[in-house]
């Protein structure tokens, strides 16, 4: 059975300051990997995915993640944040059979 | 194009009551799926939808129920309401390619409210 797990419930972050999120995965197949983004009174918003290939995805908004197969650990990072950057973050996993585990997902707070 | 569209946006319903919400896809996307996001909490799946016929379900008691239509928009229905029902339902719709899920696209979501 695949699970997410998030390391942190919340990082706080000075503006401007680099910033990593912690997800670490579990599943016994090859598996797709997500980071979605959730402002606040929103739907999500697709950040970037890891499907095969390169291990270091580029996303929006500046945001990369680097997937690490030994570690199962698809962390997320941004060297640089902007206080637009305020919003809940979800790490996803799906093993390709049409459905997503998301994590419980992290608060990100821009402090100024 | 537009996205992935849902109503209502938001309602409010009484405990015990039936409660249908709706999703249309994105243009060209055959596949649909049903989300609860508790406050606080990721989304969790419930069903999912291709070409008119579930592919897969999650941990939802039988209250819970969907259908796709021929345009492959979908319903989501939930029967006998309960306060632990209030939360924020996405749909989520893919281009299915062979039987893989290569990314899907989520609608703004409709916020139930159960008193």
């Known amino acids: 059975a695949q699970s997410v797990t998030q390391l942190d419930s919340q990082v706080p972050v000075f503006e401007e300051a680099p910033v990593e999120l912690r997800c670490n995965y579990s599943?016994?197949?090859?598996?797709?990997l997500f980071w979605y983004v959730q402002y606040p009174n929103q739907g999500l918003q697709l950040l970037l995915k890891?499907?095969?290939?390169?291990?270091l995805v580029k996303g929006i908004n500046g945001f990369e993640a680097e997937f690490n197969k030994s570690q199962t650990s698809f962390h997320l990072r941004k060297p640089s944040v902007h206080i637009s950057d305020t919003a809940e973050y979800f790490c996803?996993?799906?093993?390709?059979?049409?459905?997503?585990?998301f994590g419980k997902g992290t608060r990100l707070h821009i402090l100024p | 194009d537009a996205g992935v569209t849902q109503s209502p946006t938001h309602l409010i319903k009484t405990r015990g009551q039936h409660v249908t919400l709706r999703c249309s896809p994105i243009s060209g996307h055959k596949s649909v799926s049903w989300y609860q996001q508790v406050l606080g909490q990721g989304p969790q799946f419930i069903f999912q939808?291709?070409?008119?016929?579930?592919?897969g379900r999650g941990n939802f008691p039988d209250r819970f129920s969907a259908r796709q239509f021929p345009n492959y928009s979908s319903e989501l229905n939930v029967n006998a309401l309960l306060l632990g029902d209030s939360a924020l339902y996405l749909c989520a719709s893919a281009w299915n390619r062979d039987r893989g899920i290569y990314e899907q696209y989520f609608g703004p979501g409709t916020r139930l409210t159960v008193t």
């Open positions: 599943s016994s197949v090859s598996v797709y």
């Open positions: 890891y499907l095969s290939g390169s291990t």
């Open positions: 996803a996993v799906s093993d390709r059979d049409d459905k997503i585990i």
């Open positions: 939808y291709y070409e008119k016929e579930e592919r």
